[in-house]
């Protein structure tokens, strides 16, 4: 998956593949000028918005497979925003309490379930209540698996539905945290400065936030998505009627983001891909 980013010394677009660190070293094609663009995007939101671009354009398989790995990244986001917040009200230094955090999580790294229940403990924690989404159809287990591992073939509607679940309990839990999001995201700036530190001279740093759902949503959007709730206190979603259960809610939710900034992520396409 790559995105298009303009060359600070001649405008030309140049087509640069995402890393996992977003930090990432252009060459011009046009101009050969060097530059450094810093991409401010987790990595739940790039696999997310792949996923929204492979349904965009017709390939359901693959979509639901970037689905399922931005919810697992999310899992593991949210893990390390609830560790680094409680470490924050402590004396312990914030590099020392993300080194603890990353020799912590390799021990789960490969292992789904291990991450899973980490997360869970995390949330219990947390919000002092079970985190009563986390069933097989809360999370669409079901789908996912005949989708992934059985090579099931599935219709745009099923898809949708999928990622209109997966969307709506992100958008949720990124709520529910809140200012608590910040703590991961200083950590990808600490990134950030170490490579900017070591650039040499005549390399133009450039910093972007690109379109994704979940910062539209948490910045500009409507209200957050709820877990399931009766009728009558379900929100109103712009532009929507007869919305009246939490599933149509959250297809209606979905597909209100998608609209929103539909546009901005096939721009991504361009004619480099």
């Not at 790995?69 to 949210?78: G, Q, T």
Request: charged letters at 20%; hydrophobic letters at 45%.
């Amino acid at each position: 998956m790559d995105f298009p980013t303009p060359c600070p010394a001649c405008g030309f677009e140049n087509r640069v593949a995402f890393t996992e660190s977003g930090v990432h070293d252009v060459t011009c094609a046009q101009c050969r000028a060097r530059s450094c663009v810093f991409l401010r995007k987790q990595r739940f939101e790039v696999l997310f918005d792949l996923g929204t671009r492979a349904l965009m354009d017709g390939y359901a398989r693959e979509a639901v497979a970037s689905f399922a790995a931005a919810l697992e990244r999310f899992f593991e986001f949210y893990v390390r925003a609830f560790a680094l917040q409680q470490a924050a009200g402590t004396e312990q230094d914030f590099g020392a309490a993300q080194a603890a955090l990353d020799g912590t999580w390799r021990h789960v790294a490969s292992q789904s379930e291990r991450q899973l229940g980490m997360f869970a403990l995390a949330y219990l924690l947390r919000e002092g209540r079970e985190p009563e989404f986390l069933t097989p159809a809360g999370l669409g287990t079901d789908f996912r698996n005949r989708v992934i591992h059985r090579g099931a073939l599935p219709t745009r509607a099923e898809v949708n539905a999928y990622a209109a679940g997966v969307f709506a309990l992100i958008d949720r839990l990124l709520t529910e945290l809140g200012e608590a999001a910040a703590h991961v995201e200083l950590a990808q700036e600490g990134v950030f400065a170490a490579h900017l530190a070591r650039l040499p001279d005549g390399v133009t740093a450039v910093f972007e936030e690109h379109p994704g759902m979940f910062r539209a949503r948490r910045f500009a959007g409507s209200g957050p998505a709820l877990s399931p709730v009766p009728k009558a206190d379900l929100p109103a979603v712009k532009g929507v009627r007869g919305v009246n259960d939490a599933r149509a809610f959250q297809q209606a939710l979905f597909q209100q983001a998608l609209a929103e900034r539909g546009a901005l992520l096939q721009a991504f396409k361009g004619s480099g891909r």
